[in-house]
């Protein structure tokens, strides 16, 4: 009778304790979504600058029509990165990132009293500042997977993730020019 008990005590700590476990699981898959959403959310925010960034360069100049190709094309990458997190489309939007703000070589001449240079100069700080919050929210991603994947490779959490939630590993997000990026309006 006592052993009964006993193991009817033992089977309810271990019921309980893989439950605790299967709950840190899925807090910790959380964080990592969570951390990717506001990835995206912030390479939405900076691709909402780019048409006013566009529309004040058009008082300066004509524009390549590859520059709204590209804004384009990063529209659409940024919009595919909803879902799972994918590092590779990162990387694709922050090459695309890179490839658009390097087409904006403009010069501001000898006028002295142009509001769309001031104008163009704080949307161009505002992407900057944009652009380091990435870094700083893909760092915070990077933490989370790997506390992620190392919590779920652990025993006995990795025995209750396959039999519960079946999570599989994330990749990091490498790319540590993500870190050193700033866009300047240049006068020549």
């Known amino acids: 009778m006592n052993a009964a008990i006993a193991m009817s005590v033992i089977t309810v700590v271990l019921l309980f304790y893989g439950i605790y476990l299967y709950n840190n699981i899925v807090k910790i898959n959380n964080l990592v979504?969570?951390?990717?959403?506001?990835?995206?959310?912030?390479?939405?925010?900076?691709?909402?600058?780019?048409?006013?960034?566009?529309?004040n360069l058009k008082e300066y100049y004509e524009h390549e029509s590859?520059?709204?190709?590209?804004?384009?094309?990063?529209?659409?990458?940024i919009n595919d990165l909803t879902g799972k997190p994918n590092v590779n489309k990162l990387k694709t939007i922050t090459d695309l990132t890179k490839s658009c703000m390097g087409r904006f070589n403009y010069r501001r001449e000898d006028y002295p009293n142009l509001t769309a240079y001031h104008v163009t100069k704080q949307v161009l700080n505002d992407i900057t500042t944009l652009e380091k919050t990435i870094a700083a929210a893909i760092?915070?991603?990077?933490?989370?997977?790997?506390?992620?994947?190392?919590?779920?490779?652990?025993?006995?959490?990795?025995?209750?993730?396959?039999?519960?939630?079946g999570y599989k590993r994330y990749s990091r997000f490498d790319d540590s020019s993500y870190n050193n990026i700033e866009y300047k309006f240049r006068q020549q």
């Open 66 to 77: 590859t520059v709204q190709v590209e804004i384009t094309k990063l529209r659409s990458h």
């Open 139 to 165: 760092t915070i991603f990077n933490m989370n997977v790997a506390d992620f994947n190392s919590y779920i490779k652990q025993f006995p959490n990795n025995v209750v993730n396959s039999l519960t939630t």
């Open 33 to 55: 979504i969570r951390s990717w959403a506001d990835i995206v959310a912030y390479e939405r925010e900076k691709v909402n600058l780019f048409p006013q960034l566009l529309s």
